[in-house]
């Protein structure tokens, strides 16, 4: 099993060239392209705000926080969030942010998560599914810590996007990965994602005991037409994440079905 522990005040950093998916390795990087990037600040964000609606004292756990700008967009609007990340690294920052009270853990969304069952309202899993092959485990394990009745949010690469344009494949109905150099600020880090047909998506949440309540294509925040008016004349006709609504059935109270 990987390590589930509070993160480490001062990760250390590692001398070892970096592996796949490391976020570690250029952390600082990705947390200030994000900060204020149209893609994230003006598009996916604001949509995953969008469908969580009113979080008002809902436990809510941010999967894959990264350096918590949503965690913190939604204890802004009143939820009380603890965020897991796999990076150290991504996780100080989002204690430099959410305040050393902050509920943040060292986490693999691959692993049995250390949290009882029932324990949130709410899951928020940003841009995060797609790293995984297999879905099955993970969304077992988000279904149990959340309450009947309680939702996962998501928001993943299109699958149009991943299978006609980052490295094409021709077969549309195939699990299949894609590497690609990610750069930021001239700092590039080697990353590998997991593309899925639409179909296989729903049946992933379906099996994991989820009702389907939204799957959702939406637009970029207006006010960012002034700021990137060429990227946001793109972005708002052409797809780029596809994001779902999945509910635990209220007739799972005290079931496991």
């Avoid at 600040?41 to 604001?46: F, N, V």
């Avoid at 999967?63 to 949503?70: E, N």
């Avoid at 593309?195 to 294509?217: C, N, V, Y």
Wanted: hydrophobic fraction near 40%.
């Amino acid at each position: 099993m990987e390590r589930v522990t509070d993160v480490p005040e001062n990760p250390a950093r590692s001398a070892e060239p970096a592996q796949v998916n490391d976020y570690d390795s250029f952390a600082e990087a990705y947390s200030a392209e994000n900060e204020n990037n149209l893609v994230n600040a003006y598009y996916e964000r604001p949509a995953m705000l969008a469908l969580a609606g009113d979080v008002a004292d809902h436990r809510i756990l941010d999967a894959g926080c990264g350096s918590g700008t949503l965690s913190a967009a939604l204890r802004d609007r009143g939820a009380v969030v603890t965020g897991i990340d796999a990076s150290a690294g991504m996780l100080s920052l989002a204690r430099r942010r959410l305040g050393d009270d902050a509920a943040l853990h060292v986490v693999d969304l691959r692993d049995r998560l250390p949290f009882a069952d029932g324990a949130f309202d709410d899951v928020v899993a940003s841009l995060v599914l797609h790293y995984l092959e297999d879905w099955g485990p993970t969304l077992a394990e988000l279904r149990r810590v959340l309450k009947p009745g309680g939702r996962l949010i998501a928001s993943v690469d299109h699958p149009f996007v991943a299978y006609t344009i980052q490295d094409p494949r021709p077969d549309y109905f195939a699990n299949s990965s894609y590497s690609f150099d990610w750069t930021f600020n001239g700092q590039s880090a080697p990353m590998k994602f997991w593309r899925k047909p639409l179909h296989t998506m729903t049946d992933a949440f379906t099996t994991a005991g989820f009702r389907l309540s939204a799957i959702s294509e939406p637009q970029p925040d207006p006010a960012a037409r002034e700021l990137f008016p060429d990227a946001f004349h793109d972005l708002s006709t052409k797809t780029c994440f596809l994001f779902f609504v999945v509910e635990v059935p209220l007739s799972a109270a005290g079931s496991d079905e």
